[in-house]
Each structure stands twice: as structure tokens, then as C-alpha cells.
């Protein structure tokens, strides 16, 4: 007999372990079970993550992405308070380095004013030295709510918590059929049969697969982008404070190659973004014949295609050019040199694209019978997972009909 549960949570990242915390917390008699593949928990987005808790800054005012995050933000500092887990109030500066990027600039301050974001101020290219004595901008936006943390200690914690309430995590139980089979569903997995009431689809770079499993199509299509890092090596950190990030280009939903200093010490340049040859694509030589022909295939990949080749093709050379990746540093920080920083680790962005070819820029979150699907959802996913966790939870109580204390 297979395994029954009332919620089945595909994915075991960061969305799906604080969607189920907010499923527990909300339906504590219900019983929930967590369906990864991996044979331990957060090992795609999550596990490759920056560890940037992101302000809400750059969003749309209004916007899923903008609540949820600057939502999300002040519950992931909570909850990293309440749970002992190390974190920073490090901010962050924004600057411009071009004539062109000053209203791009003014943008983003109107937005994070709009977005409610404390603290927020602009500053002169003068009075950047004195948070960063090493960039140099014509003037830069001072945002004071960005932090850091581990988000692969907050998934283990979020873990834990789970368990003592009951929920069921079980790795190693990649979902390869789904079925309707009465009230309910029957999922196949490779530890399995689960049957469940419900399900909630949380399963990032393959959401879109996860649905298709169900018989629903989603109008966007998941497309693999690689970020690739380098590191400054030790001996140069001190050219790098905090977080230094440039102005992003308004046409392009990624936020251009920046400095990030971690929990741990290190300093991170980067990410590019570049077409990955498979949805688990971490270094070039990657590729999955298969989900290849499925990312090429696809009508929206080709309107994508035409629309950012230029884009794309510098990314693709930048990734290739060591050199070329020097250069785009050194617009933040002139005096980075090719002998300061070494390859780092990369990670590989699920970005939703639409038939058009539009890349879909905020969160997407679909309702279809006994299921929500978390369709489109990048950074900063992790800093607002506890806040999307508790959005699904709410639809789910509406749209599975769930009583407060569950079954």
C-alpha cells in the first residue's frame, strides 16, 4: 500500500521546507511529506546560493516579488534570531559608474522608497570611499537592510523543525509519475508509491516538469541559466568590504556581476548568466541531451533568442574570457587584477520564460485542482522563502480546503 499523506511537498529547497513550515505551523494535525531527489535536501538553488538576504530595493512597487521579499526579509532575520543562526546587517551599495545608469539609478531609489525600505540614501561618487575605499562611482545608492547569512544552515534548520513537528522529509524520492486516483493523487517515486490528498509544487528547476506530470501545461517554460563565480583569492578580500553591486540593466532580470562577501569570510565576483546545456548544468561541459532538446524545442527559447542574442553572446564570451570578466569588475573596482581572483563554484538559475520570449521577471504562483504550483521563482527566492511559504499556505488552506487544525 503506498504511503498516504495529505499534502505532498515536491522539492526539498529552501521554498518548499519553509512552505511546509508554514503548512505545519497553519494544519499541525495534517500529515505532510516532503519528496526530494537528491539524497539530501537544498542541494540545487538553495545549496549554491550567495547567501544575500536581499532588501526589496530593485522591485516593481506593488509586485509579488516586492512584498514577498521585503516580507521575507525582515521574517528571515527573525527567524535566523530566534534559531541562533549567524547573520550580518552588512548593506550593500548600488552604483553607477556611467552617465547613462543615473536615472536607472534614481529608479531604484524611488522603488525602494515605495517599497518601504528603511535607511535608504543616495550618495556622492566622493563619499563612496568611505564605504568602500576601493570603488569608484559617479554616485551610488546606500542600502542599509541588505545582509548575509548561510541559507544551507537555514534550510537544515527549517529541517529540523519539520521533523519535530511530525512532517516527513524523504530524499532520494524523485517523483516520476503522478496520477488521480479517486480524491486524491498517487505519485510515483524511487523510494515509493505516496499517496496524497494534495500537492504543492516546489520543485524549482523542474517545477515545470512536475506539472506536466499532472496533465498542466504551464503557459512558461523553466529555462536553465549558469552563474558563474569567481573568488577573490585571500590575500586581496580587503579590496571588498561588504556588497558592491552595479546598476542592472532594466531590459535583463539578472543584476550584472557584483561583490559579495560571505558569512564565512570569503568575497565572491559574479555571477554572469549563461545558458546552461541542463536544467542541473553547473559547469560547461554538462549536457543533458535530452533537456536540451527540450530548452531548444521550445518556441519561447527562440523569441528569447532573438531578443537577447547580443546579450547572450557576451555572456557566453565573458564566461569563456577571463579577461573579459576582469573588465566587467573593474568597473566597480578599478584596480582588480586577473592574479587577484580564481574560479569559483557556480550555480544554475530556474528561470521562467513565456512563449514570447519575455523573461518572466516577478514570482509566479498557479492554483489547479488539488495543486499550487510555484512556477517562476529566482532570486531572491531565499530571502523571501518564508514569506512565499506562508502565501502558499494560504492558498492551499483555500484551495484544499483545510481546516485550521488540519484533518
Known sequence: MPTSSDIAVVGGGIVGL?????????????????????????????????????????????????????????????????????????????????????????????????????????????????????????????????????????????????????????????????????????????????????????????????????????????????????????????????????VPDPEFPFLGVHFTRTVHGDVEAGPNAVLAFAREGYHLGKVNPAELAGTLGYPGFWNMARRYWRMGGYELYRSASKAAFVRSLQKLIPEIEAGDIERGGAGVRAQAVSPDGSLVDDFKISVTPGAVHVVNAPSPAATASIAIGRHIAALAADTFRLAGGGR
Open 18 to 246: 519553509a512552505t511546509t513550515l508554514a503548512l505545519t505551523e497553519a494544519h499541525p494535525r495534517a500529515r505532510i511529506v516532503i519528496l526530494d531527489k537528491e539524497p539530501r535536501i537544498a542541494t540545487h538553488q538553495t545549496g549554491h546560493n550567495s547567501g544575500v538576504i536581499h532588501s526589496g530595493a530593485y522591485y516593481k512597487p506593488g509586485s509579488l516579488k516586492a512584498r514577498l521579499c521585503v516580507e521575507g526579509a525582515r521574517l528571515m532575520k527573525r527567524f535566523c534570531d530566534t534559531h541562533g543562526i549567524h547573520w550580518e546587517p552588512c548593506g550593500k551599495l548600488i552604483v553607477a559608474t556611467d552617465e547613462v545608469e543615473l536615472p536607472r539609478l534614481q529608479t531604484i531609489q524611488d522603488r525602494a522608497t515605495a517599497n518601504g525600505l528603511a535607511g535608504v540614501k543616495r550618495i556622492a561618487g566622493e563619499e563612496v570611499v568611505d564605504y568602500e575605499p576601493h570603488c569608484r562611482a559617479l554616485s551610488a545608492l546606500l542600502v542599509p537592510e541588505t545582509g548575509i547569512v548561510d541559507y544551507g544552515q537555514v534550510a537544515e534548520t527549517m529541517a529540523g523543525i519539520i521533523r519535530d513537528r511530525g512532517a516527513e522529509i524523504r530524499t532520494g524520492a524523485g517523483v516520476s509519475a503522478i496520477r488521480r486516483d479517486g480524491d486524491g493523487l498517487v505519485l510515483e517515486t524511487a523510494r515509493g508509491a505516496v499517496h496524497a490528498r494534495h500537492l504543492v509544487n516546489c520543485a524549482g528547476l523542474h517545477s515545470d516538469r512536475v506539472a506536466a506530470l499532472m496533465g498542466i501545461h504551464p503557459e512558461v517554460r523553466i529555462v536553465p541559466f549558469r552563474g558563474e563565480y569567481y573568488m577573490l583569492k585571500e590575500e586581496r578580500r580587503s579590496l571588498v568590504r561588504n556588497l558592491i553591486y552595479p
